[in-house]
């Protein structure tokens, strides 16, 4: 059974930045990936940022330059610097992690920017 925490979420104006965090706990074998996904009101969720084992990163095209995706893999932890925030932003995020057979999905953290 694995756990996914997220943190990090608020309310912040256009223009500033938040962090989010992602702590993962329990039973994890082998895993593939770590990231975020978001969903708006009334919009289907979207891929923002993934992070392989590797270090490989991919980010949506609407976030490249503006969000940095990161892990730390002693703490099992991936974390999401959103910078230059707009208020299409807005969302909730939710964090997952990919091993091998399986996707665990955190509770989600939301983020409202306001114009």
């Known amino acids: 059974q694995v756990q996914l925490v997220a943190s990090g979420g608020g309310l912040v104006q256009a223009g500033g930045s938040l962090r989010l965090s992602c702590a993962a706990s329990?039973?994890?074998?082998?895993?593939?990936?770590m990231g975020w996904y978001r969903q708006a009101p009334g919009k289907q969720r979207e891929l923002v940022a993934t992070i392989t084992s590797n270090g490989w990163t991919n980010y949506a095209d609407s976030v490249k330059g503006r969000f940095t995706i990161s892990r730390d893999n002693a703490k099992i932890t991936v974390y999401l610097q959103m910078n230059s925030l707009k208020p299409e932003d807005t969302a909730v995020y939710y964090c997952?992690?990919?091993?091998?057979?399986?996707?665990?999905w955190g509770k989600g953290t939301l983020v409202t920017v306001s114009s």
């Open positions: 997952y992690l990919d091993t091998t057979g399986s996707t665990s």
């Open positions: 329990g039973t994890i074998f082998s895993i593939n990936a």
